[in-house]
């Protein structure tokens, strides 16, 4: 298994600013995850983060509203950009290891 | 295109009763695997419990087991002797393998389990 951490675990933000949610894992991984989670609904994938090379964005994501750094095999940043209200939600960063995925706790953002 | 349908939003049980939270998916692959997860009040995601395509038993930890039909694309999770701490939002997801080491994981909209004391 993995542990994982996110930092902030929330944050209120103001309309037209930008957030970095970092994300540390406590083993080397290939794939990290990045999703997002409206209030009471399923996960939806954002972009897949391999480290050494670009991200991988789901349809309906940018990478200008969403870029996405990978240093190294145990770190990643989502950068949550130009925000509005819509971008309310929790933002979670998940591994895949050994054939099964890990989460972090999650951050939770809300844009006034 | 895989897909995922949990069709119970919503189930409450009793303490020590058992609950049935159904889900079904659809892909043409072969090769593949299930989960469910619960995501407690706390929204910590934990994995339940993992099925491998390839395996015709179904997968069992401790109170948790599934009914997998691979045939029908069906993989249920049955929760037996229901505690509180059960009460959760729980997520059955489909992986499949992409090669290289990759994945893709696609999740239900979740079903909202509440036990009752």
């Known amino acids: 298994s993995a542990v994982i951490s996110q930092k902030p675990s929330r944050d209120i933000c103001q309309r037209g600013t930008s957030l970095t949610i970092q994300c540390q894992v406590d083993?080397?991984?290939?794939?990290m995850f990045w999703y997002r989670q409206q209030p009471g609904q399923s996960l939806t994938l954002i972009a897949t983060?391999?480290?050494?090379?670009?991200?991988?964005?789901e349809s309906g994501f940018v990478i200008d509203k969403f870029p996405i750094s990978r240093p190294n095999l145990t770190f990643s940043t989502l950068t949550v950009s130009n925000m509005s209200p819509e971008d309310s939600s929790i933002y979670l960063c998940?591994?895949?290891?050994?054939?099964?995925?890990?989460f972090g706790p999650g951050t939770r953002l809300t844009v006034l | 295109a895989q897909t995922v349908t949990q069709s119970q939003p919503e189930m409450s049980v009793q303490e020590a009763e058992t609950v049935t939270l159904s889900c079904t998916y659809d892909?043409?692959?072969?090769?593949?695997?299930l989960f469910w997860y619960k995501q407690p009040p706390s929204r910590q995601m934990i994995l339940v419990i993992r099925?491998?395509?390839?395996?015709?038993q179904n997968a069992t930890e401790n109170r948790f087991s599934v009914n997998f039909q691979k045939a029908a694309k069906s993989f249920s999770l049955k929760i037996s002797d229901s505690q509180l701490g059960d009460t959760a939002m729980y997520f059955c997801?489909?992986?499949?393998?992409?090669?290289?080491?990759?994945?893709?994981?696609?999740f239900g909209t979740g079903t909202r389990l509440k036990v009752l004391a």
């Open positions: 998940s591994v895949g290891g050994g054939d099964t995925q890990y």
């Open positions: 083993s080397q991984v290939t794939m």
């Open positions: 983060a391999n480290q050494g090379s670009e991200a991988t964005y």
């Open positions: 892909t043409s692959e072969n090769n593949y695997y």
């Open positions: 099925q491998e395509a390839y395996k015709q």
């Open positions: 997801a489909f992986m499949k393998p992409l090669g290289s080491g990759t994945y893709k994981y696609i």
